[in-house]
């Protein structure tokens, strides 16, 4: 799966897109893991809206952009999406039954990009369970 992302912490709601694949794939019952394939970038179970986004950007824009190593080595200057990756995880899995996805009310996939340049992101969507004959 492939996200356009802006970047500075772009998101996107991904649970129509996994819910698709499944439906597509005929996954009656089982699990599906996404795996966000970027490390300055986040998969949360979220409900994806305005209030919870901005309150997770507030939140992780705490971890302060500049001192880390990955800086002063002269890598790059993206230490600080590379550490928020690295406490948030980029991989979720859901439980599917009936064909849906065992999401709760206002549980969303949601992937957060804290790159500060616009790029093409990818995901990969395993399925594992009883498919449709």
Known sequence: MYIFSRGSFFSQNLTGSVQDIVSGHGLKAGLVHVNVCHTTSGLFLLEYEMGSLSDL???LERV???GFSHHRRGVDRNGGAHVISAMSGTQQVVSVRDGRLCLGTFQDLVF???EDQPRVCTA???LMG???T
């Open 57 to 59: 950007k507030q939140r």
């Open 64 to 66: 302060p952009a500049s």
């Open 112 to 114: 957060v990009d804290f």
């Open 124 to 126: 990969s969507v395993h």
């Open 130 to 132: 009883e498919f449709e």
